[in-house]
């Protein structure tokens, strides 16, 4: 349905130039690298983000030299140089299903399915921009008994509370 009024015609350019401008920008090679292999070992699990200045964190589950799966960390600037590589997050006998955050500050929040307990339960742990630790792993399920807990999600809100 087209607009009857008189500023019809100008909205619709407006809006015509406004989707063409941004195809043209996303198509611009300038903005593009190169393919970075990140990892040739991932055992599964991946949750990835990306902070204001286009630095990548990209964590994934992938086995240990025991083969277990624990959870590691790596970082890549915007031209894709690695500036965090392979620095494992957990130390449990199974971790595994990572899902990531980040806050308005840079750092990284991170949950994760772990079996350290006897059964599945769900950490917690927070990083610093650099991947250090402000925030060792917090259990936030309670002791399942004879359950184990899913795959979590995570989201934080307007002011950084996590939300598991």
Known sequence: MMCSSKFGLPIMFFLCFIILETTVFALDPSWWTQEVLLTTEAYGDVSMQADPQRNVYFIETKLDQALRPSIYLYKHDRDGEPLIQDRRLTFSLDASQPDAALDSYGNLHLVWRDGRDGTTEIYYKKLDNN???LIDDIRVTPLGGLSNSLA???????????NI
């Open 152 to 162: 979590p999600s995570m989201v934080l809100d307007t002011n950084n509370n996590v």
């Open 131 to 133: 991947g250090q630790p």
